[in-house]
């Protein structure tokens, strides 16, 4: 059972009109991994990580989270509906590059409110849940405060703890840092590290190399919707294995 | 005996008047929100309706009110379909008002950030849930001015229908004048009426709008 | 519905247009009359008219109409039925005409009049040549969309008599004792009215977002 994947992808494929997106991708993801992916812009990190929790609809391919399958229902043979979609999504987290914090709850609110509205948890038990969270990522605090009255930087993190609230098989990272300022980014960087160190499965697409070497099991390099390095952070960062991630390790440098 | 003191005689037929207005009032917005509600969340969704609703919809927005009353109240029994006046009167002022409502949230939703409903659809809301939880809220609070602008409208709506026969208060405006000859004070006493509540309507509507100013949303 | 019926239902549509349409013209004037009126702030005069905004929105055309109709009388004021229904429609659009000109003056942008008087005009002038098209532009579609209210309102005229579109389908279904068609025909007639007002406030919405002011 430790054996199944917490993520596997094989063979996925998407493209937007006729831009090829995302060709003939494979990755596979262990239970407790962290994986970090990068790439320039327009590589199709983004699509490839939307797609895993099906914000995104591949044309070909599949994807399997702790050994389900999403997207098709394999038993009756069509594509899932809204409720089996939602089901396997809420096996998921997803921590959104904009926040996305839903802006008419106070933070302890948006932390609870899925456990309780998509679970059916009693809101005694997800508020204590949500609390214990909060205290986690350091924002118990402004449990009561609306998300306008925030920072990005207290944004993202409430929103890391009601990603954590549904107990996902992994947590999806699309960009997390980008829109923070220079200043907020490290309270962020420190709280994912935290995660990684306790055993979550992450997949971070982000530009943050020093959190990518620091932190990952694994680092991925996409380039026009191909993976075209897979490897270790060691021998990703110190001893690259293709010309376009040399150049691109340069530039970041 | 003053005009004035006519009119307390026959404070009876003002008290019921406005009870009916008032009756009709409530009844019709709550069930025509709720409908508006249920037929943006159709039009979403993309039911197989979605076509027939947008059309009623836009059919409600270049109909005159009291020609739907009519059509309910007179046309129908043609068809079999016999109503009193009060049925009448509430199912147009549901069916019109719940179109302008639709239009209204419809309206708003529009340009509501996606953001919210992908965060929504990550965290494994449906799209049900996910409309009532995380959409509604938020089109209620940014389109509260509309949504009160078209409460006092409905207010006024329930007047069109002394035409077929319900005896709300303008009726009772018309009974009273026609009964004691005092038409100047009875429809003095029945426009403040209409006044005040409207006035309340519109104190209520500030109200609710601290309700949006503490989650930090914009509006006018 | 035979010819005959269409030809009352024409006769009753033309109604419905004529008194409505006095009623705009006069209305639109009116409202910006006050709202200019308002903009002087003259002391007394000014609560006066916020009270008559107020009491004009809150009142239903339906009250109003019956109001001046049964009440003129006893003022010594002869008003006839389409008098009292020309008075009233217009009482009441120039209320809403009067707050939708009055939301052109106040989102004028300042640097307009400060550039003109820089440069010697006098505010009579500023506001002939400069600002008076603009403020007619932007508060068109506003204007537009309150005839269409007041056509949707006019109904309202039917119960001190006045044989409108509406009432005269029940002239029509006393003959025939048919009432559905007719009704159906009048909701057609209002529709095609309508409708045109609805495209006119379309395109004056698309000139007005063009000054983007």
Same mark, same amino acid.
């Given at each position: 059972?430790?054996?199944? #994947? ?72 069509? #594509? ?101 300022? #220079? ?49 270790? #952070? ?20 | ?5 006519? %009119?307390?005689?026959?404070? =009876?037929?003002?008290?019921?008047? +406005? ?22 969340? %159709? ?5 197989? +309706? ?52 639709? =239009? ?97 309507? =519109? ?18 | ?9 024409? @006769? ?19 409202? $910006? ?32 109409? $019956? ?31 009067? @707050? ?104 004056? @919405? ?8």
């Amino acid at each position: 059972m430790s054996d199944t #994947p917490a993520v596997s992808i094989k063979r996925l494929s998407k493209s937007f009109g006729d831009i090829e997106v995302l060709r003939d991708i494979d990755l596979s993801v262990n239970k407790g991994e962290v994986v970090s992916v990068l790439g320039s812009s327009g590589s199709g990190k983004s699509t490839m990580l939307r797609c895993i929790n099906w914000l995104e609809v591949p044309d070909r391919g599949t994807i399997h989270i702790a050994g389900k399958r999403i997207g098709v229902n394999e038993g009756a043979g069509r #594509p899932m509906n809204n409720k089996e979609l939602a089901g396997m999504r809420a096996r998921t987290g997803m921590v959104f590059q904009g926040f996305n914090l839903w802006p008419h709850l106070t933070v302890l609110q948006n932390v609870m409110e899925a456990p309780v509205y998509v679970k059916g948890m009693h809101k005694e038990e997800a508020r204590a849940i949500a609390e214990a969270l909060l205290e986690k990522v350091g924002m118990s605090d402004k449990q009561g405060a609306y998300p306008f009255t925030l920072s990005g930087g207290q944004k993202q993190r409430v929103s890391i703890a009601r990603a954590l609230a549904m107990s996902p098989e992994v947590i999806l990272f699309d960009e997390p840092t980008s829109a923070l300022d #220079p200043e907020r980014v490290g309270e962020v960087l420190t709280v994912m590290k935290n995660l990684s160190s306790e055993g979550y499965t992450m997949i971070v697409v982000t530009h943050e190399m020093e959190f990518a070497r620091a932190v990952s099991d694994q680092v991925v390099f996409l380039e026009k919707g191909i993976i075209i390095e897979k490897s270790a #952070p060691a021998t990703f960062f110190n001893n690259p294995q293709t010309e376009r991630v040399r150049k691109f390790l340069e530039i970041s440098a | 005996m003053t005009e004035w003191s006519i %009119l307390w005689e026959a404070r =009876e037929t003002f008290i019921s008047g +406005l009870g009916n207005t008032l009756l009709l009032f409530v009844c019709s917005i709550v069930i025509a929100f709720v409908l508006g509600c249920v037929v943006v969340y %159709l039009l979403e969704a993309g039911s197989a +309706l979605s076509t027939t609703l947008r059309i009623l919809i836009n059919l409600m927005r270049t109909l005159p009110f009291l020609i739907l009353a009519y059509l309910l109240y007179y046309g129908l029994p043609q068809l079999g379909l016999k109503m009193s006046a009060w049925s009448a009167g509430l199912l147009a002022l549901i069916i019109y008002h719940a179109a302008y409502f639709a =239009e209204i949230l419809r309206g708003s939703r529009l340009v509501l950030a996606e953001g919210y409903v992908e965060a929504a659809k990550a965290h494994g809301f449906t799209p049900l849930r996910m409309f009532i939880r995380i959409v509604l809220p938020q089109l209620m609070i940014k389109t509260r001015p509309l949504l009160g602008n078209q409460l006092i409208i409905a207010l006024k709506d329930t007047a069109f229908l002394t035409i077929i026969t319900v005896q709300e208060l303008t009726a009772a405006a018309n009974s009273a004048q026609a009964t004691y000859f005092i038409p100047t004070q009875a429809f003095v006493v029945v426009i403040a009426l209409y006044w005040l509540i409207s006035i309340c309507l =519109e104190l209520a509507l500030k109200w609710a709008g601290r309700f949006g100013a503490k989650r930090g949303f914009d509006y006018v | 519905m035979n010819g005959q019926a269409w030809l009352l239902l024409l @006769e009753g549509a033309w109604t419905t247009l004529w008194i409505s349409g006095i009623a705009i013209a006069i209305g639109v004037v009116l409202g $910006l009359g006050i709202a200019l009126v308002r903009m002087a702030r003259v002391p007394f005069v000014d609560q006066l008219l916020v009270l008559y905004i107020s009491l004009a929105r809150a009142t239903p055309l339906v009250t109003l109409v $019956l109001f001046l109709f049964l009440s003129a009388p006893t003022f010594g004021i002869g008003m006839n039925r389409n008098t009292a229904a020309i008075v009233a429609l217009t009482l009441n659009t120039a209320a809403f005409n009067a @707050e939708i000109w009055r939301a052109a003056f106040l989102s004028f942008s300042r640097e307009q009049k400060e550039a003109a008087l820089a440069c010697g005009m006098t505010g009579g002038v500023f506001f002939r040549r400069i600002m008076l098209s603009q403020m007619i532009t932007s508060s068109l579609p506003g204007l537009v969309n309150e005839m269409s209210f007041l056509i949707k309102g006019s109904p309202a005229i039917a119960i001190i008599g006045i044989v409108d579109l509406t009432r005269v389908t029940n002239r029509i279904s006393a003959v025939t004792y048919d009432p559905l068609p007719p009704i159906l025909a009048a909701a057609l007639l209002y529709m095609l009215i309508i409708s045109v007002l609805l495209k006119l406030q379309a395109i004056a @919405e698309k000139k007005a977002n063009r000054l983007a002011m």
